[in-house]
């Protein structure tokens, strides 16, 4: 199974995919949107697609932290201009994720480092951090469908760690999209899609991979999930950086 779209072994260029250089840090940006009527061929939900790729990542210094922040901050809020989103509308923050696997915690990440001003009456940023299903016996879609009915939620932004096919993308892809998030697609333990059409409201996604299958890199008869040794600083990393662009944007 795959989490970045770029690693679904199908020709996305007549889709429209294409990858740009930036000219800054090595970064790259791939940019596609799927159309309804592309769907079933193109293998992939209908929205928009940004991938922000920074092979340098870990060994670059605060600059490139800045640039990143900037660059997601920017497809943000290109995203939530598409959904006409007004000032005061309310936004749901879903961090995914298990929090006791180092791999698995982007999403507590970010969670943790989003302030809301619950005291305040006119506060319209909520957030959630559900665990996993097999924590909770919840499925993840059904109590964020909940929440943002009852809360009468008009945008969700959800964050989770994904899996890749390349050693090379650990930890170094960013990528942002409008047409929701599987939880748990990457490691095969299959949740129900949380998007606009499962749960009614505008959705965008923000996913970084952290985990590799062992038969990604040789043939294996026991498949396990490999991440790299500096995992948990690269995580506190990557979460900074959404965080803050989200903040950014929500401000």
Known sequence: MFDLIDECGRDLKRFGYSVKETGKYGITEAHMKVEEKDVKEAGLAAG?????NCPFFSELGHECI????DMIKSRL?????????????KILIVGLGNPDIDADRLGKTVFDEIEINPLNKNNNIFKFCPNIFFYTGIETLEIVKILS???????????DSLTTSSLSRLGTSFQITTSGMTPGSGVNRFGNRICKETVGVDCISIGVPFMIFSNSIKEDEREVILTTKDIKEDVENAGFIISNAIKEVIK
Request: hydrophobic fraction near 45%.
């Open 48 to 52: 928009e697609y940004f991938i922000i």
């Open 77 to 89: 809020k290109r995203c939530i201009s598409s959904f006409n989103l007004k000032k005061k509308d």
């Open 149 to 159: 009915q009852k809360l009468k939620i008009d945008l969700i932004i959800v964050i």
């Open 66 to 69: 800045v640039t990143l922040t």
